[in-house]
Nanobody, 127 residues
Framework: QVQLVESGGGLVQAGGSLRLSCTAS????????MGWFRQAPGKEREFVAS????????YNADSVKGRFIISRDNAKNTVYLQMNSLKPEDTAVYYC????????????????????WGQGTQVTVSS
């Protein structure tokens, strides 16, 4: 089992930037795909971005392409989500997630692909 702790959320004006961090412990971080999801009030949790265990491939939801960048530092057991050009519709609780199986190179974009979740961090974008 892996424990995930997110940080970096907050309140920002539209057009601004935030960087979320997620630090993992309890399992070999570098062997697993990592992802970010978000959930707005009254909506289902949705995929935002994911990165394979090696960092060689990344995947982004269409709604954030060109604005959000996912990256990882395996030496620090940390995955990041750099969010630029934020919009009010990006307002949500953002969750970090770790993949179920090690050394997976295929795209992981569904909640069922991930077995461990953080507690979430609130991101609020004001207009």
């Amino acid at each position: 089992q892996v424990q995930l702790v997110e940080s970096g959320g907050g309140l920002v004006q539209a057009g601004g930037s935030l960087r979320l961090s997620c630090t993992a412990s309890g399992r070999t971080f570098s062997s697993y795909t990592m992802g970010w999801f978000r959930q707005a009030p009254g909506k289902e949790r949705e995929f935002v971005a994911s990165i394979t265990w090696s960092g060689g491939s990344t995947y982004n939801a269409d709604s954030v392409k060109g604005r959000f960048i996912i990256s990882r530092d395996n030496a620090k057991n940390t995955v990041y989500l750099q969010m630029n050009s934020l919009k009010p519709e990006d307002t949500a609780v953002y969750y970090c997630a770790a993949g179920r199986l090690p050394y997976t190179d295929v795209a992981s974009t569904a909640t069922r692909d991930f077995g461990s979740w953080g507690q979430g961090t609130q991101v609020t974008v004001s207009s």
